[in-house]
């Protein structure tokens, strides 16, 4: 089975930035695409990025781009959100989540395309 485990979240400054871990057991061969969410209180969870496990594909929300990236270190087991010119709206529990192989290739947006999540980790953003 495959687990996941989120690091890294903390309380920054408005304008800084902060690097999210995901470690995950069971890779490369239970996993297809790695996805980072986030749901702040009262509100749904959201897609933040994503990316391909084997082809290195990338997928941005909107309200992300040009600010956060995700890459992968296939020799950690390990995906990463680096984020910069952080807001107070990103403001979150951030979740790390993972798309089995079985499922195949779709769409990487909603959370139902994903079958395993970690715990979350707090991003909070003070302004």
């Known amino acids: 089975q495959v687990q996941l485990v989120e690091s890294g979240g903390g309380l920054v400054q408005a304008g800084g930035s902060l690097r999210l871990s995901c470690a995950a057991s069971g890779l490369p061969f239970s996993t297809y695409r790695m996805g980072w969410f986030r749901q702040a209180p009262g509100k749904e969870r959201e897609f933040v990025a994503a990316?391909?496990?084997?082809?290195?594909?990338?997928y941005y929300a909107d309200l992300v781009k040009g600010r956060f990236t995700i890459t992968s270190d296939n020799a950690k087991n390990t995906v990463y959100l680096q984020m910069n010119s952080l807001k107070a709206e990103d403001t979150a529990l951030y979740y790390c989540?993972?798309?089995?192989?079985?499922?195949?290739?779709?769409?990487?947006?909603?959370?139902?395309?994903?079958?395993?999540w970690g715990q979350g980790t707090q991003v909070t953003v003070s302004s």
């Open positions: 990316i391909s496990w084997s082809g290195g594909y990338t």
């Open positions: 989540a993972s798309r089995r192989r079985e499922r195949g290739s779709g769409l990487p947006y909603g959370p139902s395309d994903y079958d395993y």
